[in-house]
């Protein structure tokens, strides 16, 4: 299809300094858990970007120096030249496509707790680390920020012989030295690197410098800088010192990479910020800089895109998030194919792998990370093997996936639900506070199967061991899901908690088919990700008395990996939840509730009208132990159904068995390993 001429305007290319990006799509700096430990998967991930269409790829934090060390997080690193080949290969891979590549140079200082090197880190007053290591900063002398500077002079030279095309001066999310220095909050000195703004800008001005005359006319030079801290007056604000500092600096770095601080605000999920909720923040960067702007905001739709460049807001369209769930998305803009882009739900699964230090994923693609280990493109995968037909039992989002890439292999395949709508869990859960955009994960996959003749799906369409007997396919996989429990058992309470009879019981699951709970009630979190806190917040907003209890040391524990932990936790303070941390629930009384600290095992009683249990999900396989045995070419198990767990491990299942189906079992580890090469000497050895 012909591209929209609305959007022409995405695709001029744009200048930055000595280089031309070949179009206005931008794919910011952002972690992937890959960087220095898994090269090869981080390099064909940024390639799939470039071929995808997008102009500008760059890397994650790039450590220049080994005193200041992210350990165990996997960035990259320009220690020395030994680094160098690494950074090239990827370099060589986006240069593929014409795009270019941009390096994030970074000196964490504070941020980072040197756990591998074992130096002091270094700040520019005394400080604690961020990292809750019982380790303090050092005060930075003058020879210390003069090494700052050699060290990034070093490391941009090195990212130029790398053949990287932009190289980044880092002064954001309060994750480098750099914006340490600036910070009034972090910087208590008083020479001329303290006290007004103008000083505190000072070795950001330095840096910049430095880094133009390193690289000369062959590289852009641009400067990432958050212009929002959030913090008021004890930090940036875009009304402020903010905009102060890039009206001082307006025309020195070749390109402003502008967005907000931390990283938890910069990378907001969507169940707390709508999709260009930067906006309001860095509209004003365009009249006081006559050099180019890219700024984020988890854009997906194409007409959003188009407003910003068309009113002056932005000259480059920025993405992490949105790049991850469809590396294809400029293309299939370009292409005139927009309802095929597999928008982003901003769940940030992708920022838990980083944080949990292995290689990124996606709920939306599930292809990302796996375009080194296992092959995968997400645009392209092997045609079928065979004739045979295959039926799906449950159409949630294993199934979903697991049909749209089995018909688009070409096979025949007939899906059933028999559940009035398609969705599964995704789409109950969709309707949950905040949560509309995670509707995308089954409109993007209806989509899809709409468009393919080879595909039929029915809802209303329960389906017993017989009526799948009587069928007839040649193939049977069972993605019919799983339930939460209504006894207690989970981590805490292995054996489940005792139930008195006439206790009001209930799990997520009710909540779901809008069962009604009566007031007070308390819920018990077991579960540690979203949906305790969720089914809070939904019940209090409906006018419940709620108490909310887990055995962890803070709401939604594990939502720390998806940079949304404290904004759950403030959310039902403000909404007047009581909040019960390291108690478990020990008994369940017919109007009252026992619970027991995890410490002393000292108890206190409650009172409860309804009791909500989310500590576990149990797998709906009946149908599998009624069909075994069966005479079937094939019967599988996929998503929860197999083993309970995230949206995005379901949407994986299904995808992992569409493109194994048919196809000769592999031997031995599934995917390539990145080995590490062993050094031809031992100390005390030459």
């Known amino acids: 299809m012909p591209r929209d001429p609305r959007y022409d305007i995405l695709f001029q290319p744009v200048k930055i300094g000595p280089v031309t990006a070949r179009n206005r799509f931008y794919q910011v700096p952002h972690c992937n858990g890959m960087g220095r430990a898994y090269p090869s998967s981080m390099a064909a991930m940024r390639r799939t970007k470039a071929e995808g269409g997008w102009a500008v790829i760059c890397t994650e934090e790039i450590e220049i120096h080994h005193s200041s060390d992210h350990s165990p997080w996997m960035g990259g690193r320009l220690w020395e030249d030994r680094d160098i080949p690494v950074h090239a290969r990827m370099c060589d891979a986006i240069h593929e496509f014409d795009s270019l590549a ?17 130096e002091a880190p270094m700040a520019p007053s005394p400080i604690p680390v961020a990292t809750h290591d019982p380790l303090q900063a050092r005060q930075m002398d003058r020879s210390d920020i003069r090494n700052l500077r050699r060290w990034h002079i070093d490391a941009a030279k ?27 909050y972090r910087n208590r000195r008083s020479d001329e690197y303290g006290g007004s703004l103008e000083n505190r800008a000072r070795l950001l001005r330095e840096v910049l410098a430095d880094t133009k005359d390193a690289v000369g006319d062959t590289c852009a030079v641009a ?3 958050s212009v929002d801290e959030l913090m008021g007056d004890m930090g940036f604000t875009s009304d402020g010192e903010g905009r102060d500092l890039i009206e001082m600096l307006a025309e020195i770095p070749d390109l402003w990479d502008i967005n907000i601080s931390a990283w938890e605000n910069d990378s907001a999920t969507s169940r707390f910020k709508p999709e260009g909720f930067q906006n309001d923040y860095v509209s004003f960067v365009k009249q006081v800089t006559s050099k180019p702007v890219v700024g984020v905001g988890r854009f997906t739709s194409p007409d959003t895109m188009a407003s910003l460049v068309k009113n002056g807001v932005l000259d480059f369209i ?34 838990s792998g980083d944080s949990n230090f292995v290689p990124i994923r996606c709920t939306q693609n599930p ?115 799983a339930k939460w429990v209504a006894t207690g058992i989970g981590r805490e309470m292995p054996k489940g908690i005792p139930i008195a009879e006439g206790a009001r019981v209930f799990t997520p699951d009710d909540v779901h088919s809008g069962t009604t709970l009566t007031g007070p009630v308390v819920i018990f979190d077991d579960d540690h990700y979203y949906m305790g806190g969720i089914v809070a917040e939904k019940l209090r907003g409906d006018g419940l008395d709620v108490t909310y209890v887990t055995p962890a040391a803070e709401v939604s524990s594990w939502t720390q990996y998806t940079l949304e932990q404290r904004a759950i936790q403030a959310r039902l303070l403000k909404l007047g939840v009581r909040i019960a941390t390291a108690h478990s629930l020990s008994d369940i009384r017919k109007q009252s509730v026992v619970l027991s600290c995890v410490y002393t095992s000292e108890q206190r009683e409650i009172d409860c009208g309804s009791c909500l249990l989310v500590t576990m999900r149990a797998p709906v396989d009946t149908l599998f132990a009624e069909l075994e045995g069966a005479d079937l070419k094939s019967l599988s198990r996929i998503g929860d159904c197999f083993a309970p767990s995230t949206i995005a491990a379901a949407v994986y299942s299904g995808h992992l068995h569409a493109r194994e189906f048919g196809e000769p079992a592999i031997q031995g580890t599934p995917f390539r390993r990145e080995l590490p090469a062993l050094s031809d000497t031992f100390p005390g050895n030459t």
């Open 102 to 118: 941009g390096a994030e140079l970074n000196y964490a200082g504070m941020m980072a707790a040197n756990r591998y090197c074992r």
């Open 158 to 184: 090195r990212a130029q012989k790398a053949g990287y095309d932009i190289i980044y001066v880092y002064a954001g999310h309060q994750l480098s030295t750099i914006s340490h220095f600036l910070s009034p």
């Open 223 to 225: 400067l990432r800088f």
């Open 318 to 351: 920025g993405a992490a998030r949105p790049s991850i769930a469809d590396p294809f998305l400029p293309k299939k803009i370009e292409e005139g194919r927009v309802d095929d882009i597999r928008e982003c739900i901003g769940c940030n699964i992708c920022v």
């Open 367 to 481: 292809t990302m990370g796996e375009e080194w280990r296992r092959g995968w493109h997400p645009e392209s995968i092997a045609p079928k093997t065979s004739d045979e037909t295959v039926l799906i039992v449950g159409a949630g989002p294993a199934g979903l996936e697991c049909a749209r890439a089995l018909g688009q292999r070409g096979y025949t395949v007939t899906l059933t639900d028999k559940a009035p709508n398609l969705g599964g869990r995704a789409l109950l859960e969709s309707r949950l506070p905040g949560l509309i955009e995670w509707r995308r994960v089954t409109d993007h996959r209806i989509q899809q199967i709409q468009q393919m003749t080879n595909i039929d799906a029915y809802q209303h369409s329960e389906m017993t061991a017989q009526s799948i007997l009587e069928f007839g396919a040649d193939h049977v996989v069972l993605a019919t899901g």
